[in-house]
């Protein structure tokens, strides 16, 4: 009989199998075969064999290698330490072939060969090493023009969707965005100082091809702000071609149902307009985005970690986004100064923003922009609300106030 | 500004120092505890992360990271100890 009974079972059948996937490594690894067998134990003992590592990590930085060790290292010498490195993922995913096979190369000597890319953390994530190949790893990745990615109480490193290199919907430069916010906040991605890490996504358009909105605490997602570009000689085409039934699939699909149509001739109501982009999406040829754009910022996305699942809500409803993108800088650096200053250890802006107050939280970033001279206002407005309140009996002091005082 | 950032590295450290092994520190927490002891000095955060970037590149703190990010005096945890032996066996 198999000495992994259990872990066997996950490599029946016809789909991918991440035990297909060690086992392969394993032809080439120790670390890999007895990643398997400690698994295989987990399985029996039910419960985890990893211990955190909290000391771990190169010279002069405080993230990018998560530590583990095993709590049996003689049973499993290849798994006795099993550190994570991340490393920075480029711009919306676009890497060479050689690149990648430099970074394989390094990992294969000095890792387990074991990768995982790209999760919602975003970085490659190379899975187990050594305290001791650590530094040497660091120096090798350094030497091909690659640096390590955040972890921890950081800045995690920033990605997004690809953007205006292959898609025609976006309206702001993801990857310049990306790039930018990437080397220009090298301090605060190498050299935790928040209460809690901090992620940040591009995305093209409101398709949100990163899923910004439930992954991010930072959303930056393109949008425009006048009219949807309607080519009619286009919509003749899509009516004479029969292959859409446009009123059913499109006209009484748009959420707010603000498209006219008569069977020929299409119009939108603009100011109705969430930009939703479903109507864009189903008929690419006659429909497109505006030409005034910028993009909407949004704050507080996040996954059930200490509380539960968030989305994200707008903050800005529309900002223009052009190299090198101070406003962004600025209206970040507001953010963080206000979480900075009052979140506690392990709260994500999102929860902090909600424990806070929105308003609040709103009032205090634009008295910090204002106070650095920023160009950037932050006003309270109804694109923020997030939820329409289901209590009408619960009155705010200081709006009372403002009415008496009239 | 009038502070010598050596000084301020220093002071920071002490801090970590003197409670070491009772509680620990965020890098945020030393810093706001600065930025309120060096006041009247017009002491920032950036100059503090300068600061912190001292005591880091020299290794007399090190970044830790357990259940969040903490500065630390450097040490050797029992994990890493245990895997150690193991291996000279
Ligand atoms: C002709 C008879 C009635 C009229 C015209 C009437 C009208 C109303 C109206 C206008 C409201 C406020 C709805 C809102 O908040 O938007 C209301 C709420 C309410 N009514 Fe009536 N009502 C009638 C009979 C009754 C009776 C017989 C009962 C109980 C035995 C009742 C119990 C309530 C209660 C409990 C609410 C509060 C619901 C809430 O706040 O969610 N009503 N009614
Ligand atoms: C233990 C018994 C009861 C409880 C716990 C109760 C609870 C409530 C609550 C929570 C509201 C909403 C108040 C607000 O949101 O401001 C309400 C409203 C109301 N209740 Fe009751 N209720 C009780 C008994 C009754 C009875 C016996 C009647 C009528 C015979 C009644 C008639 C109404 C009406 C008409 C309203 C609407 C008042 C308004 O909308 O201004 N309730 N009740
Ligand atoms: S988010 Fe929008 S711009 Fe980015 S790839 Fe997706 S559809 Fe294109
Ligand atoms: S983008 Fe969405 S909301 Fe706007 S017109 Fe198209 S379907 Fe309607």
Not at chain 2, 21 to 42: H, I, L, N, S
């Amino acid at each position: 009989m198999s000495d992994t009974p259990m872990i066997d079972e996950l490599e029946k059948g016809p789909w991918p199998s991440f035990v297909r996937e060690i086992r392969r490594a394993g032809e080439q690894s120790a670390t890999a075969r007895d990643l398997i067998n400690i698994l295989e134990l987990s399985y029996k003992d039910k419960k985890t064999h990893w211990k955190h590592g909290g000391v771990v990590g190169v010279r002069g930085y405080g993230a990018g290698v998560i530590g583990r060790y095993v709590d049996m290292p003689e049973q499993f010498p290849g798994v006795a330490h099993f550190h994570t490195v991340r490393v920075n993922q480029t711009s919306g995913f676009v890497y060479s072939t050689k690149g990648l096979g430099e970074i394989m190369d390094i990992w294969d000597k000095r890792g387990s060969g074991m990768t995982n890319l790209h999760g919602s953390t975003g970085d490659m994530v190379l899975l187990g090493t050594n305290s001791d190949e650590l530094d040497p790893i660091f120096t090798d990745i350094s030497q091909k023009g690659w640096d390590l990615g955040g972890s921890g109480s950081d800045l995690r490193t920033p990605s997004c969707c690809i953007g205006p290199a292959r898609c025609e919907y976006a309206t702001i430069d993801t990857l310049a965005i990306t790039r930018e916010l990437t080397n220009y906040y090298q301090d605060e991605l190498h050299r935790p100082a928040f209460p809690y890490k901090f992620k940040i996504k591009v995305a093209g358009c409101p398709n949100d091809c990163v899923a910004s909105v439930a992954r991010a605490d930072l959303s930056i997602i393109g949008t425009w702000k006048d009219d949807i570009k309607i080519d009619q000689a286009e919509v003749d085409n899509y009516v004479a071609g029969g292959g859409i039934d446009i009123m059913k699939e499109v006209v009484m699909l748009c959420p707010t149902q603000c498209i006219d149509f008569d069977g020929k001739k299409m119009e939108i109501d603009n100011s109705n307009c969430v930009r939703c982009m479903h109507c864009i999406n189903k008929m690419t040829k006659a429909l497109s985005v505006g030409d005034e754009k910028g993009a909407t910022i949004l704050l507080g996305a996040k996954a059930p970690i200490v509380e539960g699942a968030m989305l994200a809500s707008v903050i800005v409803p529309f900002m223009e986004l052009e190299e090198p993108f101070d406003n962004l800088k600025e209206l970040i650096e507001a953010f963080w100064e206000v979480w900075d200053e009052d979140g506690k250890n392990k709260e994500r802006i999102g929860e902090f923003m909600e424990r806070m107050g929105k308003g609040e939280f709103v009032e205090e970033v634009g008295r910090i922009l204002e106070e650095n001279d920023s160009e950037v206002k932050l006003v309270s407005d109804v694109d923020m609300v997030f939820h329409p309140r289901e209590n009408p009996y619960i009155f705010y002091d200081e709006y009372l106030e403002e009415v008496s005082d009239e | 500004m009038a502070v010598d950032l050596n000084q301020v590295a220093e002071d920071m450290f002490k801090m970590v120092e003197e409670v070491h092994g009772v509680k620990k520190y965020k890098p945020g927490d030393v810093f706001k505890a600065m930025v309120k002891k060096y006041k009247d000095e017009g002491l920032t955060k950036k100059d503090c992360k300068a600061a912190m970037r001292i005591l880091i590149d020299s290794e007399r703190l090190v970044y830790t990271y357990f259940n969040g990010s903490w500065v630390e005096l450097p040490g050797v945890e029992g994990a890493a100890k245990a895997a150690e032996e193991a291996a000279k066996k």
